[in-house]
């Protein structure tokens, strides 16, 4: 056989390692599974051999009970089948495939209360979404807004503005922590640019914050008629959280 034809095989993306434990696991939930049969094998006797009303409705409950949490103790056990430990090596992908043959991929962050879900912390998420390591052209990020809030609104609209600067300076950098709350309380590195991407984080952060605790968004936070006018759609008196017109921006 001539192995000078045969290609070098590829890299791998990431390894599958079984645990040792799930062999006690298996054998732990063969005998915990034997127990509630056996159990239940008992509630069923009982309700056969009710003398009275009483005794057959409370073994009937007993039962449903116990059934109930049989299948919620057996819904849980999937996992424990059969851990195992994965381990994905990020270094191999571009050897194994060119960024252009990317797959496509949308990303959808849905929020729906900006007292819940402060706007500040979905930001965060939507930034470190969108700064991934991954071709711009081939990632789309969507957020969905249930509560219709002009508050989640203006922290969009203030991190659209942020965005410009934070995306190109994780990609100059090769940031890890692209989440920019996560970066800036980690220990990174002073530079001129690193203070000035700072000084316009918090400044954001400070905007969003003051009018989430407000609960509306400050004349002077308004830079442009066209964000005057887009926040102008939240404020009717028939936009209420439990019933709005769709806005798509």
């Known amino acids: 056989m001539n192995t000078d034809a045969m290609p070098a095989p590829k890299p791998p993306l990431h390894s599958v390692r079984p645990l040792r434990r ?36 409370v073994s009937l409950l007993l039962f449903i009970s116990d059934a109930v949490l049989a299948y919620m103790w057996s819904t849980t056990q999937a996992f424990r089948i059969n851990p195992v430990h994965r381990q994905v090596f990020l270094e191999n992908l571009q050897k194994v495939l060119d960024r252009k043959d990317f797959p496509a991929m949308d990303i959808f962050i849905c929020t729906a209360d900006p007292y819940k879900e402060p706007p500040i912390d979905v930001v965060n998420t939507a930034l ?67 203070m000035e991407i700072k000084a316009m984080y918090e400044s954001m952060k400070m905007k969003v914050e003051t009018s989430v605790e407000g609960g509306k968004v400050k004349e002077e936070y308004i830079c442009s008629d066209e964000e005057r006018q887009l926040l102008t759609q939240f404020r009717t008196k028939d936009f209420t959280r439990q019933n709005h017109p769709s806005i798509i921006q």
């Open 128 to 194: 470190s979404v969108m700064a991934y390591d991954y071709p711009t052209e081939k990632l789309s990020v969507y957020v969905s807004d249930d509560g219709g809030s002009e508050l989640t609104m203006f922290a969009f609209m203030e991190a659209a503005k942020f965005g410009k600067q934070w995306l190109p300076f994780c990609r100059e950098n090769n940031i890890t922590d692209r989440c920019p709350d996560a970066f800036f309380t980690s220990n990174y590195a002073l530079t001129v640019n690193t």
């Open 22 to 57: 799930r062999h006690f696991n298996r054998l732990f939930a063969a005998v915990y599974a034997s127990a509630i049969l056996s159990l239940l094998y008992h509630h069923v006797l009982k309700l056969l051999h009710s003398t009275t009303l009483a005794s057959f409705f």
